[in-house]
């Protein structure tokens, strides 16, 4: 394992932090996106497609966050630290776009999503100023 600096760590857990939040928001959001409907006695169970795509994209951001993480602690992260750090601003900025999303309930509706979204502006908020210490950092050296 490499070497690892304070920055770096952070880094580390928070994009585990992230994706574990994005994935428990999506497997919320799959849940319960089910919609029954009933015509004529019978009953028809469905998804609703818009949750659906709400559910893969977190997945996605999930695993792109989980894959970013663990290239930037390799010895490839850290030559490259100032790369890292731009997507690290990018991938924080698209949490806190997702947490007000959320917030204001233009996503789809879930059980939790107050405390999902608060989440996701702490850990959005924490990954810009780690990314752009990050790049300073790297800038520095």
């Known amino acids: 394992m490499p070497n690892l600096n ?61 894959i970013t993480t663990v290239a930037s602690v390799s010895s490839f992260g850290n030559m490259r630290m100032q790369f890292f750090g731009i997507l690290m601003v990018v991938y924080g900025v698209v949490m806190l776009l997702t947490g007000e999303l959320m917030y204001s309930q233009i996503a789809p509706m879930m059980i939790g999503s107050f405390l999902s979204s608060s989440a996701m502006f702490v850990v959005g908020f924490l990954m810009i100023l780690n990314g752009v210490l990050m790049v300073r950092n790297r800038a520095m050296m």
């Open 6 to 66: 304070h920055i770096t760590l952070t880094g580390l857990i928070l994009g585990f932090a992230g994706a574990v939040l994005d994935f428990s928001s999506g497997y919320l959001i799959f849940v319960q996106s089910k919609i029954t409907t009933n015509t004529m006695g019978v009953s028809v169970t469905g998804y609703n497609s818009f949750a659906v795509v709400w559910g893969v994209g977190l997945f996605a951001l999930g695993g792109l966050l989980i």
